[in-house]
């Protein structure tokens, strides 16, 4: 899709005024249980989740040699699109490590993330640290780590020769295969920084002095990892690993992206410079997406993201019902988008190109996506 915003769209943007509820009500409207965690069951679904990756390793390497053609080869993609949505289950139970929402201890938190994100090439530590800054300045266009939008003065050169049917395709490919990887190695969509940004660089910008030794540890554990699986590929070959474990793996990363961008990224809301931002409303700038049954996989994450960003130590196993209890009171200021995901994220990746002031909001430090080029 080309051209500016429709009136439809403008007419479903999110309200810009000062919230007329205050954190504490929010929280008031949530039944008390829903912010207690618990190891036990946050420990069951890890071991779910392994339990899964296991049996449907086990299939694939025990049964699929076995199958005629063609079922030979229709039975790998199943096996990757299903492994990897298990392994998104294992990156979202991370982050939830990342908050503190795992269990009531910070050291059990920190152990069970870091491997977990370890075992799926993610820096634990690094990511855990500019995490915490995205969600303490979500929609801030000056402050916000991941899926800051730019200004349309700041788009690159080539932009207007992307604004096209080839030129979307390929926007949309290249962002859904390096998207997570290029904004752990260099920052990509994430906050200006004066110089170089990596999350595997323990002097990056984005950390301080007290955090470098999380950084360095997170590094340490991808390359052990990273050796483990060099003596995996000279045992059973490089060609079962990458169908095994890589492939998954990079559906995964695929599937982050997805399900980030469309929480974050949205013609209805808003991003805010400094002389509008708030906490609240920034924490608002988000939009809950449903995913049908792969929310089982995702553990809920993106249909209730809304909810995450207010409470972020709220756990997977109570945010639908911590969900539905502020609804009510959020009223308008909660944004639900129930497109399917394969419509939205083309449409979203093709209406939120830029963000500028619209008339109504000149005097105001108020920006909405556009895609007019």
């Known amino acids: 899709m080309s051209g500016a915003m429709t009136k439809t769209d403008q007419r479903r943007r999110a309200p810009v005024s000062k919230a007329p509820f205050t954190v504490g009500e929010l929280k008031k409207a949530i039944p008390p249980h829903c912010f207690q965690r618990s190891l036990v069951r946050s420990l069951y679904y890890v071991v779910k989740d392994i339990m899964l990756l ?11 040699h076995l199958l005629p053609y063609p079922y030979y080869y229709l039975a790998w ?64 266009l000056e402050y916000d780590e991941v899926y800051v939008p730019r200004l349309k003065s700041e788009l690159r050169w080539f932009s207007k020769y992307l604004n096209n049917l080839p030129g979307r395709v390929y926007a949309f490919i290249t962002t859904l295969n390096v998207g997570w990887q290029s904004y752990l190695g260099f920052n990509a969509s994430g906050r200006q920084y004066d ?18 030794l999380g950084v360095y540890i997170s590094d340490l554990g991808l390359l052990a990892f990273a050796y483990v699986l060099y003596r995996i590929a000279l045992a059973q070959g490089l060609v079962w690993l990458v169908c095994m474990y890589g492939v998954p793996l990079q559906v995964q990363n695929m599937l982050v992206v997805l399900l980030t961008l469309l929480n974050h990224t949205h013609a209805s809301v808003p991003h805010y410079d400094s002389s509008e931002w708030d906490w609240i409303r920034g924490a608002l700038c988000t939009v809950d997406r449903d995913f049908g049954v792969l929310n089982l996989f995702f553990h809920d994450v993106t249909n209730t993201h809304v909810l995450h960003h207010l409470f972020t130590t709220i756990p997977h196993y109570h945010a639908v ?13 909660y944004q639900f988008d129930g497109t399917p995901f394969y419509k939205a994220i083309w449409r979203d990746l093709n209406d939120c190109i830029y963000v500028e002031k619209l008339e109504e909001y000149k005097d105001r430090g108020i920006f909405w996506y556009n895609n007019k080029l």
């Not at 699109?81 to 908050?99: D, F, K, M, P, Y």
């Not at 609804?327 to 200021?333: M, N, V």
């Open 54 to 64: 296991y049996v449907f390793s086990y299939i694939a390497n025990t049964y699929f």
């Open 321 to 333: 019902e911590a969900t539905k209890a502020v609804k009510p009171l959020l009223g308008e200021y």
């Open 195 to 212: 110089k170089f940004a990596s999350h595997y660089n323990p002097y990056s910008p984005m950390y301080n002095d007290r955090e470098r």
């Open 77 to 140: 993609p199943i096996y990757w699109i299903a492994q990897g949505s298990v392994l998104t289950g294992i990156w979202v139970i991370a982050h939830e490590c990342t908050h503190h929402g795992f269990s009531n201890y910070q050291w059990v938190d920190d152990t069970v993330g870091f491997i977990l994100y370890t075992i799926i090439f993610v820096p634990y530590f690094s990511w855990k640290y500019s995490h915490r800054r995205h969600h303490s300045n979500a929609g801030s």
